[in-house]
């Protein structure tokens, strides 16, 4: 089967189609602007970029800013939540959650997110801003964010409102992890169908997973530096992860089949560890797993086959993708 895959890149958006075979780019979009992220629902797209929310109702034929109620501007990360698709999560740097219920007409900031950054002084190693949200996992009216570097955020109320997890405590430190909590340093947020209270966390301190919604976490690789996993929807202890020793150090791709009991190389077809860089997200399909890093690089394997290919080598700088069916 063929799909149709957008990119988020240094110069926009890029249109491509891709199957087990052959990756193309058909068409570039939105190309003055730095986009940093990208969400599909039906005919709908939204884009955040450096400079707000694009939207477009055509499949990306035609495009129009969709900021109203917007404070802030840099977006790193935006979500369609998978049972209602006027219902989008957008979180900027500095760290701030929006919330749009008409596909992207209109933003409401959720003002507790705010509260928190500035109580604990949540803090980027890389940028004067106050931290950033930098992904979601949405699960019926169950939601979380990611905050870099801040902890993990819980919403019970279709992220309307927000605390801290409560093995997440919002001092943006980067010393040993107690017992039970999780590191702050959090970079991606993941979970499972088969419940909303499975939650997977990549971080600067390792990974983690929490069995209870974040009321308790247990480290489940040996400590490393991470940003990406991928969870299998059919088995939940089949999981996918790009652990590295350090910031875009020695980066690679690992896989366990027993909730991480156990892991092993995954790694066909690519030069790992790769010196300079690591994964920086998963992308799964159906049969299909993609691997996006640090510099922008984009590979995908068939699920268990292993055999890494690079794809859509003429789009460099990708940021982020979103997959649909053509």
Known sequence: MELTVFLAAAQGLVRGSLSLESSEIHDRMLIDQEATSV???????????????????????????????????????????PEKEQLLLAGFEPAAIYVSEDAAVTWRERPDVAKLRDRFNWMLPYSPESGCVRGFYLQGSRAYAAVEVGGL?????????????????GIPSFGPVKEEKLHPDVHSVNGHPSSANLIF?????????????????????????????????????????????????????????????????????LETPWQRTMVERFYGHNDMLLALLSDGRLFFSELGQWNWLQIFEEAPGIRALAISDP
């Open 39 to 81: 969400a599909s629902a039906g005919t709908h797209l939204f884009a955040g970029t450096k400079g707000g929310i694009y939207r477009s109702s055509d499949r990306g034929e035609s495009w129009s800013a969709a900021n109203e109620g917007l404070k802030e501007h840099h977006v790193r990360w935006l979500a369609v939540h």
């Open 153 to 169: 955020l819980r919403s019970n109320d279709w992220g309307d409102t927000w605390a801290l997890a409560s093995a997440s405590d």
């Open 201 to 269: 966390a990549p971080t600067g301190g390792g990974f983690f997973v929490s069995e209870d919604g974040g009321e308790s976490f247990e480290r489940r690789y040996p400590p490393c530096y991470c940003r990406a996993v991928w969870v299998d929807p059919a088995d939940a202890r089949h999981l996918v992860l790009g652990p590295a020793s350090g910031v875009d150090r020695n980066g690679r791709i690992m896989e366990t089949l027993n909730s991480g009991e156990s892991w092993e190389p995954v790694e066909s077809g």
